[in-house]
């Protein structure tokens, strides 16, 4: 009687104990098999569109290649170079794909810039004779670009064509002969970059942009509409902006 007790008491125990444990080890799978958090990685791919602001500064170069006008002072081969500085600022659109961490992407931007000058041709001494008055407006450019991605940061370089908007004019208002003439052209050259932009959701980017960008010679008549011509050679010789970026990427599919 006391045996047969014994080996029911150890029989109850037995199974009690594999109970317990295998209830121990349901409870306990679910959590052992959750998934970790993971922060989501960042996606560059797709249309973006988004906006500029910083500064610029430029270098305006002319000399004269022809002089038959009556007010004109400066012979051929004469000429200047000034620099100036301004506010720049603009948008930007373009597209980006992605492959692993390296983003290609193509980007068209327009900004308007407030680089100008003004200098006095001094060729009889001190007198302040034919002021000359130059500025570029506005500027576009078309480029690609390449970078490497780290999760919500992108560093990048781009190159392309950029062209811009120039204007040089002179007045002589002192007599006994005055006159004055201007025009307008735009150049074309070429640009480079670099930058940097980081992704703070993943539809809204800034970004930090420097840019280098030199342009073509052309030819302008100054002469207006008196007699005779004032010719010269110029071209902005460079633009260097540095800008702040804030674009907004659409989520479209990759």
């Keep these: ?145 390449v970078g490497y991605a780290v999760t919500n940061n992108l560093f990048y370089v781009k190159g392309g064509y950029a062209g811009v908007n120039n204007r040089l004019s002179v007045v002589d208002a002192l007599p006994p002969v005055t006159g004055s003439g201007s025009q307008t052209q735009w150049h074309n050259g070429w640009t480079v970059g670099a930058g940097w932009e980081y992704g703070i959701t993943q539809n809204w980017i800034v970004g930090l942009e420097y840019d280098y960008a030199t342009f073509e010679s052309k030819s302008y008549q100054l002469a207006g509409t008196g007699p005779g011509l004032y010719t010269f050679d110029a071209k902005p010789r460079d633009i260097q902006s540095a800008v702040v970026r804030l674009s907004y990427k659409f989520g479209w599919p990759r």
Excluded: C, H
């Design 1 to 145: 009687m006391i045996k047969s007790k014994l080996v029911a008491t150890l029989a109850f125990t037995a199974a009690f104990g594999v109970g317990a444990a295998s209830a121990a080890d349901l409870a306990a799978r679910p959590y052992g098999n959750a998934p970790l958090f993971v922060d989501s990685v960042f996606n560059w791919a797709g249309f973006y569109i988004g906006g500029n602001v910083g500064g610029a500064g430029s270098t305006e170069q002319w000399a004269n290649t022809a002089n038959t006008s009556l007010f004109g002072d400066l012979a051929p081969g004469q000429g200047f170079r000034q620099r100036g500085t301004g506010v720049f600022g603009g948008g930007q659109m373009g597209y980006n794909w992605q492959a692993s961490n390296y983003v290609f992407g193509l980007e068209g931007t327009i900004a308007g810039l407030d680089n100008r000058g003004t200098a006095f041709n001094t060729v009889f001494g001190i007198i302040r004779d034919d002021q000359f008055s130059w500025r570029a407006d506005w500027m576009a450019t078309i480029t690609g670009r």
